[in-house]
């Protein structure tokens, strides 16, 4: 009788250990086609709103590859692969510098998309709202980021909405309005062009 107890105890807890794999092999399904999105368009274009902090902040985002553009009433972020600026509007200044990929995932909570997978966990949560829904969580346990959750649309695989959560408690919510794939863009879209935001004070931090 013993014996038998275990074996239905085991029997119960095979669907459950599968269901669980199989949860994991479509959280990555779903993670890879929202990647082959971003990666087969010649660039990806977004229109998003930010909610946190002082309160909902509207903004643009190019993207390619690595690299991308951003543009917010605050602020304006030029990134080139290996360099960033970072343009505040009401101090008019300018800092450049070189992140690592943690600070980089932190200021384009896209970037972890085309980062090595092996670079943090996932899983598949579930959704009330029609939505693909997956947490990734950075195996560094220094990073700045504590864990992301991303939500995704079912018919496009194109993201919906992302949310940031960073280790000192700061949460950060941003709602894509539109995105898509875009035409490509030449190097300068990356670049930081001086001549086109004069009197601005230039902080380098490289």
């Known amino acids: 009788m013993k014996y038998l107890r275990h074996i239905l105890v085991l029997a119960m807890m095979i669907p459950a250990?599968?269901?669980?794999?199989?949860?994991?092999?479509?959280?990555?399904?779903?993670?890879?086609?929202?990647?082959?999105?971003?990666?087969?368009?010649p660039s990806v274009e977004a229109v998003f709103s930010i909610n946190g902090g002082s309160g909902p902040v509207q903004g643009s985002l190019i993207m390619a590859g690595a690299k991308f553009s951003m543009t917010t009433p605050q602020l304006s972020v030029w990134y080139d692969g290996k360099t960033q600026?970072?343009?505040?509007?009401?101090?008019?200044?300018?800092?450049?510098t070189e992140p690592d990929a943690d600070e980089m995932m932190a200021?384009?909570?896209?970037?972890?998309?085309?980062?090595?997978q092996s670079h943090y966990s996932i899983r598949r949560l579930t959704d009330s709202n029609g939505r693909y829904r997956i947490e990734l969580n950075p195996v560094d346990k220094t990073s700045l980021i504590e864990r992301y959750v991303l939500f995704v649309n079912q018919s496009t695989h194109w993201p919906a909405a992302v949310v940031v959560e960073f280790s000192d408690g700061r949460k950060m919510e941003l709602v894509l309005d539109a995105i898509g794939a875009g035409k490509a863009k030449t190097a300068s879209a990356f670049v930081y062009d001086a001549k086109k935001h004069p009197a601005i004070e230039i902080i380098d931090l490289r």
């Open 17 to 41: 250990l599968f269901g669980m794999d199989a949860a994991t092999q479509s959280a990555a399904s779903i993670l890879a086609q929202v990647r082959n999105n971003i990666a087969s368009a």
């Open 85 to 96: 600026w970072t343009l505040m509007t009401e101090s008019r200044e300018v800092s450049i």
């Open 107 to 116: 200021s384009n909570p896209f970037a972890i998309l085309s980062s090595p």
